[in-house]
């Protein structure tokens, strides 16, 4: 068994910041990738931003220079910091990762619940 769990979410005035976290725990080998996506009612879910097991990182363009992605191994977590935040920022966001339950397994993407970032005056 594998869990996500999101922490961090909440209500931002345009141009503050946030940091979210996920952390996994359960049955786990090894974590590969990471990463975040977000959803608003109506629109299809969008990856925010990946970070490999060797910290190489990803950003979409309406992020990039804003959001910071970054991981602790040792603590199996990864955490998203928002900063300059816009009201297009609001959605439920959600951590992503790439797992190995057990030696020799193939891996599996695993999800977090998903946790509200809400932005705005």
């Known amino acids: 068994q594998v869990q996500l769990v999101e922490s961090g979410g909440g209500l931002v005035q345009p141009g503050g910041s946030l940091r979210l976290s996920c952390a996994a725990s359960?049955?786990?080998?090894?974590?590969?990738?990471m990463g975040w996506y977000r959803q608003v009612p109506g629109k299809e879910r969008e990856l925010v931003a990946t970070?490999?097991?060797?910290?190489?990182?990803t950003y979409v363009d309406s992020v990039k220079g804003r959001f910071t992605i970054s991981r602790d191994n040792a603590k199996n977590t990864v955490y998203l910091q928002m900063g300059s935040l816009k009201p297009e920022d609001t959605a439920v966001y959600y951590c992503?990762?790439?797992?190995?339950?057990?030696?020799?397994?193939?891996?599996?993407?695993?999800w977090g619940q998903g946790t509200q970032v809400t932005v705005s005056s």
């Open positions: 992503n990762a790439r797992i190995a339950r057990y030696r020799f397994w193939a891996e599996s993407d695993y």
């Open positions: 359960g049955s786990i080998f090894s974590i590969n990738g």
């Open positions: 970070i490999t097991s060797g910290a190489v990182t």
